[in-house]
């Protein structure tokens, strides 16, 4: 059953470049509402369990490093159908894949430095919002 909610993250680079507010407005535009939103940083043991997923994969170590160069921005979104139009609206992985008019089209440098995460099920919305916020921060 698909819920109504996804998370993100606006990642280092995206920030580093100066796209969070153009990200932002490309994310409210496609009709997501922001029900949560923080700017932080992931130390490396929050940026390890977040990405426990990856740790027998050879990039592991280079994502956690970079996860936790820099500040984020964490938010839960919400909007019919979010997971997989979210997932529509960031594009594939490697910029120089994705569809014209997607976030990562317009802001990723790199498959690796690819500007933003999104949520690939209804389950893991859930768990990746609840790492980020306690229910008090979300509305």
């Known amino acids: ?31 997501f509402a922001i029900k949560a939103m923080k700017y932080t940083r992931l130390t490396e043991d929050q940026a390890k369990k977040f990405y426990e997923v990856h740790a027998e994969r050879p990039f592991y170590g280079e994502l956690v490093e970079y996860m936790t160069s820099g500040p984020i921005v964490a938010a839960i979104l919400e909007k019919d159908n979010a997971v ?49 916020f306690s229910a008090a921060e979300v509305f």
């Open 84 to 132: 997989a139009d979210f997932r529509a609206l960031i594009g594939s992985t490697d910029p120089s894949e994705a569809d014209a008019g997607t976030i990562r089209k317009a802001y990723a440098e790199s498959k690796a430095k690819n500007a933003v995460h999104g949520s690939d099920s209804d389950e893991n919305a859930s768990i990746e919002g609840e790492f980020h």
């Open 1 to 31: 059953m698909a819920t109504n909610r996804t998370f993100t993250m606006l990642k280092p680079d995206a920030l580093e470049n100066g796209h969070a507010g153009n990200i932002i407005q490309m994310i409210t535009d496609a009709g």
